[in-house]
């Protein structure tokens, strides 16, 4: 909270010209109107003796949290001063209040000021005076008399709305500012103790770690605020923005240990990986959106959903705590008391929230003698255990013999993937269908985020480049599509600038592909390629990912046939305007609605094929 508090030497009386509007109005009647006076430009400012001092008076202001200024008369220490601090962005995030002990100084002040920055009066800048009040939700610059400003400390001691106070024509002594001194000291004292100056002016050193939900608000936001900072207010320190989450190859993770040039700020906008998993020396600052990206799974709908949700209290506890671990810190919680004390006190381990498949294929695979009762320490409900038992018979994972579960040869192949088991499934199938090489590809693809960047100020251009990968078929061919494309220039940036694809992901996809093909080779799978047949590859997706299909209704809706869940096509699928049939997908997001990703069109018999007492129960369920 920078203060200016002015010690005019000379004993001179300001004399204020009046401002235009009230000139017209005071004028006698039958007075020869004078045209009102050219508001001041650019010009007329710069060449206030106060302009050359501009730059080291704002670099001063910048570093001092209370400061005396002693200039002569008219050199334009009460018009100027509250402009630069504004144009500066110091005190951005509340008022700059200016004080005077008159009232038609506040008034004559604001108007004048308000002309220079060429706006009206009570929007950017106004005033406040006894029984009378021009601002508004706008204001940022407000004169108001010394009196006025006592009054609203008397509310409120902390004076909070003010980021920054100018005590003018302190050499005056009236009581009212004498007495101003006094407040305004104290509350700068309590505001420090509180950790409540405002955030811009910090210094350069201290960072920031801002909790968002996923890649794609990441990437987004980075770029906003990296055009941001091309923009910041000259004075002000500069910003390296970085963003942060898992799937970001491991050397650009790496970045956010390492500390900002001299003289910038470190910005980190980050998943919750920055919540728990690593520690950032430096970070002063904490924004949390109370968001995060979260899996939940209803055993009795079968639904997994990938759903952005409200942290819980210990996760809002364990972001806070990231901020000033080295000194004290500040935390800035987007959301209400209210809202926090909805919370869950705790968050669901999640166990408790995800398709348990995977992990009872890994006990399984251990020889955990009895599965159904296994030590956990969370226990998930039996009704998930339940399910995905049922989900790994159905993909022919195990044997149950006499209440003992086992897995079959094909579930201990399946468990040398690191995979979930319908993609290790699909993987183990391929060979049947003659097309390991593009299964591989495909599985890779989709264990990875986003290949394809979608940045949404360019969309139509995005949508006429993807034309040509584009396949009718779904987004699993179309995305195999892009790969092999991608294949054929050798991964060429360039390339990948101008088709909107993700050259990082892609690298990331080569890598697992690269990964899955060794397993296969260990497995002694013979490894194919389909070439130009996609069918193929259709019907191997279909018979490992039948529990995943949606068939579509006569009202032109779909409904998932394992839980009879009404779904829809997710905006990003190739398929968006398309009505196919009948189609698998790879997973539901539940947004504002229940969305399917990934899609690829099926034949409905291959999916009979593939699991005919799954479908014959289901029709049966339907019926009922
Ligand atoms: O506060 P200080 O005495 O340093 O100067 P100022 O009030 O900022 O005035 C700067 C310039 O603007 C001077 O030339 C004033 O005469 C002029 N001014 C004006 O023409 N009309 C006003 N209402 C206020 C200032
Ligand atoms: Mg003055």
Avoid at 472 to 483: A, K
Wanted: charged content about 25%; glycine content about 4%.
């Amino acid at each position: 909270m920078p203060q200016a508090g002015q010690l005019l030497r000379p004993a001179k009386r300001l004399k204020l010209a009046p401002p235009p509007r009230r000139a017209m109005l005071l004028a006698p009647p039958g007075a020869k109107r004078q045209p009102p006076a050219p508001a001041a430009g650019e010009s007329q400012r710069r060449s206030l003796p106060i302009f050359q001092a501009r730059g080291s008076l704002l670099s001063q202001l910048r570093s001092l949290d209370s400061a005396v200024l002693i200039g002569e008369t008219g050199s334009g220490k009460t018009t100027q001063i509250p402009q630069y601090l504004y144009e500066a962005g110091i005190g951005c995030q509340g008022i700059i209040a200016v004080t005077q002990p008159r009232r038609v100084a506040a008034i004559s002040l604001a108007t004048r000021v308000s002309d220079e920055k060429k706006t009206e009066l009570g929007k950017l800048v106004g005033y406040t005076v006894r029984f009378e009040d021009l601002t508004s939700n706008e204001t940022r610059i407000k004169f108001l008399t010394d009196g006025m400003l006592l009054r609203e400390a008397i509310g409120d001691p902390l004076l909070r709305k003010y980021s920054v106070v100018i005590l003018d024509e302190a050499h005056e002594r009236t009581i009212h500012t004498d007495v101003l001194f006094g407040v305004v000291k104290a509350a700068l004292r309590k505001r420090k103790e509180l950790g409540k100056l405002p955030l811009r002016e910090a210094p350069s050193s201290q960072d920031i770690l801002v909790f968002l939900t996923g890649q794609e608000e990441i990437e987004a936001m980075t770029k906003t605020c990296r055009d941001i900072a091309k923009h910041l207010s000259d004075g002000c320190p500069q910003m390296v923005v970085m963003p942060l989450y898992a799937s970001l190859p491991y050397s650009q993770q790496l970045r956010v240990f390492q500390a900002a040039p001299l003289g910038y700020r470190k910005v980190i906008l980050s998943t919750n990986v920055a919540e728990t998993s690593i520690t950032i020396a430096g970070i002063k600052y904490v924004v949390d959106t109370g968001m995060v990206k979260a899996k939940k799974y209803s055993p009795e709908s079968g639904l997994e959903v990938l759903a952005v949700q409200r942290v819980s209290k210990a996760q809002a506890w364990q972001r806070t705590g990231r901020a000033g671990r080295e000194d004290s810190g500040i935390c800035y919680r987007l959301y209400t008391e209210d809202e926090f004390e909805k919370f869950d006190k705790m968050t669901i381990p999640e166990i408790q929230r995800c398709n348990l498949a995977s992990v009872m294929l890994q006990l399984l695979a251990l020889r955990i003698p009895n599965v159904l009762t296994f030590d956990f320490m969370s226990k998930p409900s039996p009704d998930a255990v339940q399910a995905a038992i049922e989900q790994l018979d159905l993909l022919g994972a195990v044997d149950r013999k006499e209440d003992q579960l086992t897995l079959t040869p094909l579930g201990r192949k399946m468990a040398a993937f690191p995979l979930e088991p319908k993609f290790s499934k699909t993987i183990l199938l391929s060979p049947k269908f003659h097309c390991t090489e593009e299964i591989l590809t495909i599985v890779s693809l989709l264990s990875v985020d986003s290949i394809l960047y979608n940045p949404p100020s360019r969309r139509d251009e995005v949508q006429s480049v993807r034309k040509k990968f584009i396949s009718s078929e779904g987004d699993h061919v179309t995305l195999l599509n892009v790969y092999r494309a991608f294949k054929n220039v050798s991964g060429n940036k360039e390339w990948c600038k101008e088709n909107f694809v993700n050259n990082r992901n892609m690298m990331l996809v080569s890598d697992v592909r690269a990964q899955l093909r060794d397993i296969c080779l260990k497995l002694s799978l013979p490894i194919e390629s389909s070439r130009s047949d996609t069918g193929n590859i259709r019907r191997c997706l279909a018979h490992s990912l039948f529990m995943n299909t949606a068939e579509l209704q006569p009202d032109g809706t779909y409904t998932t046939v394992d839980s009879h869940q009404p779904v829809a096509i997710h905006p990003s699928s190739v398929l968006f305007h398309c009505k196919p049939a009948c189609v698998i997908y790879n997973e539901l997001l539940h947004t504002n609605k229940c969305y399917m990703r990934d899609l690829c069109v099926v034949d409905a018999d291959w999916l009979h094929d593939a699991a005919p007492d799954y479908f014959r129960r289901k029709l049966r369920a339907a019926k009922n």
